[in-house]
């Protein structure tokens, strides 16, 4: 699609590795839309720096998670979102887009807006008002232009509340976790075939890995106690990757710890198993058929006032999308190392939580499966129509 021989300006702002790894494929899709005549500025990881964009500051900043933990933050994140409007009334770009992180975004496009710069506003990755805060739809029409969502059950809550929503896909099916070499793996680590693999994922936020890391190591040390076979990577990402080698230095476990893309995706069909933090991730390991538990906790308060709010039965999007248990979800009190243990046990004795993943990973790869496009280039679609419209 071609709007003009002028370069677009498109800003993105993903404040967290998940969303750095949608605004890098949004990216791809868009240069190649347009012909790479766009031009990227905003916020980002590792994954959009790769795709030519500098992040006005590092997004580890941002990489908290809970109500409670978010507390002793927050005069640093009002900061980055002062900062971040400021940037963006500089640039003037043709269009902003929040990816995820509604927490953050939210006050960025609700800033945005008092400034009336008349530049399209969207949102890509719903804010999940089916679990909690359904009045969040009714007025999220007054700071974004347009919604994209991930899940083909999301529009309904959002376009009876005046703001135009369109299903796009779940990126994750554009992962190249499905490309992964379980072989190579092996051999650059130099891992023999005896050794049965085990992913450890305690999730890419700071606090996430304070809590969930010492917990998922102590039950890798339960599982080594009885098979010295056993052998533990973690596929960390740059936010959060110093801290997990200190928590594992600490430890005395022999993990090994892996850093770039490829060695995650190859670190994940090399596995066996794999103990995980909810989140994108899990819908990751359902992709590449890998059998996984997820563990999870937070502070006291955050889970008080999360089960106050919180509507859905399940957490884990593979489990929300079915209907039903099919990954186990060990929270709060029983995020534990002897349950995990237990649990992972199971899976590799191919017991009935392993027989039950494998049918049902196989139903979550048909919902999320889309047409002739990626999930990204339809999200691009989108965009662009937006910018076409607006220059009308």
């Known amino acids: 699609m071609s709007l003009s021989d002028k370069k677009l300006k498109i800003y993105l702002v993903a404040g967290e590795p998940s969303g750095d790894a949608l605004g890098a494929r949004l990216m791809r899709a868009l240069k190649k839309k347009t012909g790479n005549q766009a031009e990227f500025y905003g916020l980002g990881g590792d994954m959009m720096e790769s795709e030519g964009l500098t992040p006005l500051f590092d997004i580890s900043?941002?990489?908290?998670?809970?109500l409670a933990?978010?507390?002793?933050?927050?005069?640093k994140v009002l900061r980055r979102i002062r900062e971040t409007v400021e940037d963006i009334v500089r640039v003037r770009p043709d269009i902003v887009v929040t990816i995820d992180s509604w927490s953050f975004a939210s006050r960025v496009q609700k800033a945005l807006r008092k400034k009336k710069l008349g530049i399209s506003q969207v949102h890509y990755v719903a804010p999940q008002v089916w679990a909690w805060k359904k009045k969040r739809a009714r007025t999220m029409y007054k700071y974004v232009d347009h919604l994209l969502t991930l899940l083909p059950q999301e529009p309904k809550y959002f376009t009876p509340y005046r703001l135009p929503t369109t299903f796009v896909g779940h990126p994750v099916i554009e992962s190249n976790v499905v490309k992964g070499d379980?072989?190579?793996?092996?051999?650059?680590?130099?891992?023999?075939?005896?050794?049965?693999?085990?992913?450890?994922?305690?999730?890419?936020?700071?606090?996430?890995?304070?809590?969930?890391?010492?917990?998922?190591?102590?039950?890798?040390?339960?599982l080594r106690a009885k098979d010295e076979n056993f052998f533990f990577v973690i596929p960390t990402v740059k936010t959060?990757?110093?801290?997990?080698?200190?928590?594992?230095?600490?430890?005395?476990?022999?993990?090994?710890?892996?850093?770039?893309?490829?060695?995650?995706?190859?670190?994940?069909?090399?596995?066996?198993?794999?103990?995980?933090?909810?989140?994108?991730?899990?819908?990751?390991?359902?992709i590449a058929n890998v059998p996984h538990i997820i563990a999870y906790k937070v502070s006291p308060l955050t889970a008080l006032l999360?089960?106050?709010?919180?509507?859905?039965?399940?957490?884990?999007?593979?489990?929300?999308?079915?209907?039903?248990?099919?990954?186990?979800?060990?929270?709060?009190?029983?995020?534990?190392?002897?349950?995990?243990?237990?649990?992972?046990?199971?899976?590799?004795?191919?017991?009935?939580?392993?027989?039950?993943?494998?049918?049902?990973?196989?139903?979550?790869?048909?919902?999320?499966g889309m047409g002739e496009q990626t999930p990204s280039e339809n999200a691009a679609d989108v965009l662009l129509k937006l910018i076409a419209d607006r220059r009308q």
């Open 61 to 66: 900043d941002l990489a908290i998670m809970g």
């Open 69 to 75: 933990e978010i507390l002793p933050s927050i005069p």
């Open 182 to 222: 379980a072989e190579a793996f092996r051999k650059k680590f130099d891992i023999p075939e005896e050794k049965r693999i085990i992913s450890v994922l305690p999730g890419s936020r700071h606090n996430e890995v304070a809590k969930l890391l010492p917990v998922f190591l102590e039950a890798a040390a339960q």
């Open 240 to 286: 959060v990757a110093k801290r997990v080698k200190k928590t594992v230095e600490e430890s005395g476990l022999p993990v090994l710890v892996v850093e770039t893309e490829q060695d995650r995706h190859n670190a994940y069909v090399a596995s066996e198993a794999a103990i995980a933090a909810s989140g994108t991730v899990a819908l990751e390991l359902a």
């Open 306 to 368: 999360v089960r106050h709010f919180l509507h859905i039965q399940f957490v884990n999007l593979s489990n929300i999308l079915l209907g039903r248990e099919v990954v186990p979800e060990l929270l709060q009190e029983r995020c534990i190392a002897a349950n995990i243990r237990s649990y992972v046990d199971n899976i590799l004795a191919h017991g009935d939580w392993y027989e039950k993943q494998m049918a049902g990973f196989a139903k979550v790869r048909k919902i999320l």
